[in-house]
């Protein structure tokens, strides 16, 4: 029986979750050089087309058919998303729960662009996100989403487990290892692939547009109510209590951000409480629907504080991940993940289990790392091979030229600011004369 509630709530949380891949491209947007703010928001956005129709084509088959190729993948019992209209998942359409999955594909894939700001070229990147999308987001979207009985009967090994081994699916309520880990790591293999910036990080390479990073932090922030609840797939307390989690944690984040920016620069930051918000959801994404407030609560403060000292590691170890993907993402993904076997509680969701400091003992810590250390393992090194083989075939990266000067112009043919109308326009012989000016000088030549 479809709950017309239940159906409502998963459309309108897709919508939310759509929204957020907008609300990214301003992030990245703002916090790249006015030079090539357009090719960074282009690589963002253009995962609603790439992703969109994959999904349609065979991506959701691939993720949510019966298990295929030993488990690693779903089937092609739903290329073209065949018998999906009209079928139900649960109470709700098996077509809602379709387009609410797209949305976290979309994201997952316009997170990676972060990592490779100002020198990629964009019909190269499209041919990597299509390959990314088929090799790695759906394989590990099958393992993780895939519950048994929803979708098909077969689903995935993280989420179902693999009884034959006495290994039990891992708690993962929103996506922190298909989502966060994955985006994070992942994003690492890019930036190690395509090499540093230009003149990183001796140059200063600061955002241009402030405001418009936290228009987009905003976006992500409201979007991701629709991204944790949403996972319930019904408007009941479950929903409710990812909400309140994912509110809890995120305002934590920005806290915990914050006072580690004081301590270590000794001053708070605008951009630290963009990224510290985002460190808070991403920590408490995997967690959001297994744990109570206060557990909330500490996911997010640790979180927060971590991810503004891993955001040193670039540095330290000379990768350039451009807008920080690995630390806000697989390392805030990472401990999200981890946490839950610590801080879930049955007293929230009788389907989980209790974490250590619960009296669950250690073993639901040990199924999280599994889960976490074997999708990073993989998307890592999925991700390396891709890349690669992008660049030897096509070339991935713009030439020094073109980075120098700027990639909007080269790749698009356009700027994003025009700026020729502070330059002066000095000459006055070229500026439009008023009416009643021109009235005049009309008047006094026919007079003459």
Known sequence: MIDTGDTAWVLVSAALVMLMTPGLALFYGGMVRAKSVLNMMMMSFVSLAVVGVLWVIYGFSLAFDNDAFGGLVGGVGKVGMHDVIGAVAGTIPLSAFAMFQLMFAIITAALLAGAVADRTRFWPWVLFLTLWATFVYFPVAHWTFAVDGVAAAHGGWIVN??????????????????????SGFSAL????????????????????????????????????????????????????????ATMTASAAGVLAWLLTEQVTD????????????????????????????????????????????????????????????????????????????????????????????????????????????????????????????????????????????????????????????????????????KPLQASAQASAGTEG
Not at 161 to 182: C, H, K, M, Q
């Open 189 to 244: 293999a890019l930036a190690l692939v395509l090499g540093r910036r230009r003149g990183w990080p001796g140059e200063p390479m600061r955002p241009h547009n402030m405001p418009a990073v936290l228009l987009g932090a905003g976006l992500l922030w409201f979007g991701w109510f629709g991204f944790n609840a949403g996972s319930a797939l019904s408007a009941g307390e479950l929903a409710a209590t990812a909400f309140t």
């Open 161 to 182: 487990g693999i009884p034959s081994w006495g290994y039990r699916g891992a708690l993962d309520f929103a996506g922190g290892t298909a989502v966060e880990i994955n």
């Open 266 to 433: 000794g001053r708070p930051t605008t951009l630290g409480a963009a990224s510290g918000a985002i460190a808070g959801l991403v920590g408490i994404t995997p967690a959001c629907g297994f744990v109570d407030p206060l557990g909330a609560l500490l996911i997010g403060a640790v979180a927060g504080a971590v991810c503004a000292l891993a955001v040193r590691l670039k540095f330290r170890f000379r990768f350039d991940d451009s807008l920080d993907v690995l630390a806000l993402h697989g390392v805030a993904g990472l401990l999200g993940t981890l946490m839950i076997g610590l801080v879930a509680t049955t007293r929230v969701n009788k389907a989980g289990g209790d974490g250590l400091f619960y009296g669950g003992g250690w073993s639901q810590l040990g199924v999280q790392a599994v889960a976490a250390f074997a999708t990073l393992v993989y998307v890592f090194l999925a991700t390396f091979v891709l890349a690669i083989v992008v660049k030897r075939i096509v070339g991935l990266r713009v030439d020094p030229e073109t980075e120098a000067d700027g990639i909007d112009e080269a790749e698009h043919a356009e700027t994003a600011y025009d700026f020729s109308s502070l330059s002066g326009g000095s000459d006055r012989r070229e500026r439009p004369r």
